[in-house]
C-alpha cells in the first residue's frame, strides 16, 4: 500500500515555463514532507521541505505547496531551466523518524 | 568537502555468496540509513542507526544486516543474495532523525548485480 504517491511517472515542460510536480499521500499523521532531485548516477539532494503545519514554503525559485485537507503536495518550479532536467522524489516523514519516498517524477525541460 | 561515500559504486556478487556494501560520511552525523530502491520504484528504507542503535524496519527481510563500527562507518551485508536483491543501494545521514524534519544527506549509491 503506496503512503506517497507520484502519479505522474513523467514530465515535459518548455523552457522557461513553470514546472508543477505533484504528489499525494494517505497518512495523516506525516509531519514533514521534502521533495529531493536526483541526477543520473548521483544519490538525490534535498531541494525544499515543508511542515505539516504551513501551507507554503518558498527558495527561490522552489515552491512547495501543502493542501492537507485534500492531502496533496507540489512543487512548482520557475522559471524552469535545463538544469532542472532530473528525477524528483516527494518524501513523507512520521514522527518515529520513519521516511516514505514517493516513486519519483523525471522532469524534462524542453529547449 | 563533507560528504557521504559509497563503495564500491558498482558491485556483482554470486547467488547466495555474502556480499558486504560499505558507507562512509565526514559529516559527523548521527543518523545513518540504508534505503533499497529497484528500478521504477521509490527508495525503501531497510534499517538505521542512530548513534549506535540499531532500527530495523518490520518488513526488512532478514537476509540483510548492518553494522556501524564508529559514526564514520555502515556496512550492509547481505547474506545470501538472491536475484530479487539486485537493486541500488542509497546510504543516508542525517544529523537528528528524521521525524525533526532533518534533510538526508545521500551517498551516490551503490548498485548491485546478482548473477
Known amino acids: 500500500d503506496q503512503q506517497v504517491k507520484q502519479n505522474s511517472p513523467s514530465l515535459s515542460v518548455q523552457e522557461g515555463r513553470i514546472s508543477i510536480l505533484n504528489c499525494d499521500y494517505t497518512?495523516?499523521?506525516?509531519?514533514?514532507f521534502l521533495w529531493y532531485k536526483k541526477y543520473p548516477a548521483e544519490g538525490p539532494t534535498f531541494l525544499i521541505s515543508?511542515?505539516?503545519?504551513?501551507d507554503k514554503n518558498e527558495d527561490g525559485r522552489f515552491t512547495v505547496f501543502l493542501n492537507k485537507s485534500a492531502k496533496h503536495l507540489s512543487l512548482h518550479i520557475v522559471p524552469s531551466q535545463p538544469g532542472d532536467s532530473a528525477v524528483y522524489f516527494c518524501?513523507?516523514?512520521?514522527?518515529?523518524?520513519?521516511?516514505?519516498f514517493g516513486k519519483g517524477t523525471r522532469l524534462h525541460i524542453l529547449p | 568537502d563533507a560528504m557521504v561515500i559509497q563503495n564500491p559504486r558498482y558491485q556483482v556478487t554470486q547467488f547466495g555468496k555474502p556480499v558486504t556494501l560499505s558507507c562512509s560520511q565526514t559529516?559527523?552525523?548521527?543518523?545513518m540509513y540504508w534505503y533499497q530502491q529497484k528500478s521504477s520504484q521509490a527508495p525503501k528504507l531497510l534499517f538505521h542507526?542512530?548513534?549506535?542503535?540499531?532500527?530495523n524496519e518490520a518488513d526488512t527481510p532478514d537476509n540483510f544486516q548492518s553494522r556501524r563500527p564508529n559514526t564514520s562507518f555502515c556496512f550492509l551485508d547481505i547474506r545470501s543474495p538472491g536475484l530479487g536483491d539486485a537493486a541500488m543501494y542509497l546510504c543516508?545521514?542525517?544529523?537528528?532523525?528524521?521525524?525533526?524534519?532533518?534533510?538526508?544527506?545521500f551517498g551516490p549509491g551503490t548498485r548491485l548485480l546478482v548473477l
Open positions: 559529516l559527523n552525523h548521527n543518523v
Open positions: 543516508a545521514t542525517s544529523r537528528r532523525g528524521a521525524g525533526s524534519g532533518e534533510t538526508q544527506y
Open positions: 497518512n495523516s499523521m506525516f509531519d514533514y
Open positions: 515543508i511542515s505539516s503545519i504551513k
Open positions: 542507526y542512530y548513534d549506535k542503535d540499531f532500527n
Open positions: 518524501a513523507a516523514i512520521l514522527r518515529d523518524d520513519k521516511i516514505i
